[in-house]
């Protein structure tokens, strides 16, 4: 009798096969379901818009708040960042910025109401493609703008670096465009790669935004101290303002002040809240 080349082939090439199909059925379902749970937050507004205080560092005026909006925690999404990753894969980025810009105002709005925060800087964080959007270009932020009562003074655009820009000629143009209506441009996470450094010399952003990672522990960390003030010195140089991220301490806080850091935000002077908070909660102590 003639024997199989390869005996155990067949068993075993079904059994691959199965657990392939196992896999990615498996796959497209979890896919299909957690995008299901992201039309069912989109359509039903389920995430909640935070507003974090950024400070004057050496006189306590409140600047402005970031905007961050948060979905619900499930068993799809245990964590906001799984929720904006999936977003990532598909192809609703654009949608679901448009979809935020217009919460993010809408809600800053009401919450600013009896309060003298109305005119404060509004932060709101985009996707750098998403401004070479041409229904952004064409002046759909101005509409959404105008019709909540605030002038494009009052936002600043922070672009981070982990969507790195590919094409910073091309980049800087739509920028100007948006410059020449009043907007305004953060590079946020600054310090933490090779990208934002390019980003702040490239796009002489109006605020850098210095990361957390550079902050945390920075008055006895001899590097970081170094950084932050080549950073400082670089902006003081270009007329850009500083923002130092995640201050978590009263001891980082001392320190940011004494070198003359002029913005502040971070767990130390204020969370992020969905209550407009102007003052700051530990150098009011100071
Ligand atoms: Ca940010």
């Known amino acids: 009798m003639k024997k199989p080349l390869f005996p155990s082939?067949?068993?075993s090439g079904l059994y691959n096969y199965m657990t392939y199909f196992y896999h990615t059925t498996r796959h497209s379902l979890l896919a299909y379901r957690r995008f299901d749970e992201f039309q069912r937050i989109v359509r039903g507004r389920k995430l909640t818009s935070y507003f974090q205080p950024i400070f004057h560092l050496?006189?306590?005026?409140c600047l402005g708040f970031e905007v961050l909006n948060r979905p619900p925690i499930s068993s799809h999404f245990p964590t906001t960042e799984s929720f904006y990753d999936f977003i990532g894969y598909t192809d609703q980025v654009f949608a679901f910025e448009r979809f935020c810009r217009e919460l993010s105002l809408e809600r800053f709005k009401k919450a600013a109401v009896d309060s003298s925060a109305k005119d404060a800087v509004i932060f709101l964080n985009v996707h750098p493609e998403v401004l070479s959007d041409s229904n952004y270009r064409s002046g759909e932020t101005l509409q959404l703008l105008s019709r909540f009562g605030f002038s494009p003074e009052q936002i600043v655009f922070e672009l981070t670096e982990r969507q790195a820009v590919q094409d910073y000629d091309a980049f800087e143009r739509i920028l100007s465009h948006y410059r020449s209506q009043g907007f305004r441009i953060a590079i946020d996470d600054a310090g933490s790669g090779y990208n934002s450094l390019k980003a702040i010399v490239s796009l002489k952003p109006e605020f850098i935004k210095l990361d957390k990672s550079l902050?945390?522990?920075?008055?006895r960390q001899p590097n970081q101290r170094k950084v932050v003030k080549l950073l400082q010195e670089f902006a003081e140089a270009s007329g850009t303002h500083i923002i130092a991220e995640g201050i978590e301490s009263t001891d980082e806080i001392s320190y940011l002040r004494s070198e003359g850091i002029e913005y502040g935000q971070g767990y130390a002077l204020g969370r992020p809240e969905t209550k407009l908070q102007s003052v700051p909660l530990s150098l009011a102590s100071m």
Not at 58 to 61: E, G, I, L, R, Y
Not at 215 to 219: A, E, G, L, S
């Open 9 to 11: 082939m067949d068993k």
């Open 58 to 61: 050496q006189n306590n005026d």
């Open 215 to 219: 902050i945390r522990d920075v008055y």
